[in-house]
């Protein structure tokens, strides 16, 4: 069993930034990072493999989130800049043996509790 815990989350105006934080209690999986707004499915945002080799995004958060990791901490990190009012959602942190079918939220074994970012206009 791993654990999986997320933080950052927050209220930020329109333009602005925030960085999520994820950790894992174990260490050699690939995290990603997924969304849910009210009344929608969980989407896939972005993703990185064991060892940040490998990073995949979502193509409505391209040029504004990056993803990276710290494999020293079991860690993940989303920077997300020019935020935007459709960014408004509960951001949850995912791990998984590899990134296979990386944008599948069913191919992932473990995930987080979520953290509310809220994007004012």
């Known amino acids: 069993q791993v654990e999986v815990v997320e933080s950052g989350g927050g209220l930020v105006q329109a333009g602005g930034s925030l960085r999520l934080s994820c950790a894992a209690s174990a260490s050699g999986y690939a995290l990603a990072w997924f969304r849910q707004a009210p009344g929608m499915e969980r989407e896939f945002v972005a993703a990185i493999s064991w060892g940040g080799h490998t990073t995949y995004n979502t193509d409505s958060v391209k040029g504004r989130f990056t993803i990276t990791s710290d494999n020293a901490k079991n860690s993940v990190y989303l920077q997300m800049n020019s935020l935007q009012p459709e960014d408004t959602a509960v951001y949850y942190c995912?791990?998984?043996?590899?990134?296979?079918?990386?944008?599948?939220?069913?191919?992932?074994?473990?995930w987080g509790q979520g953290t509310q970012v809220t994007v004012s206009s």
């Open positions: 995912a791990a998984k043996a590899n990134l296979a079918a990386y944008s599948n939220r069913r191919s992932y074994s473990y």
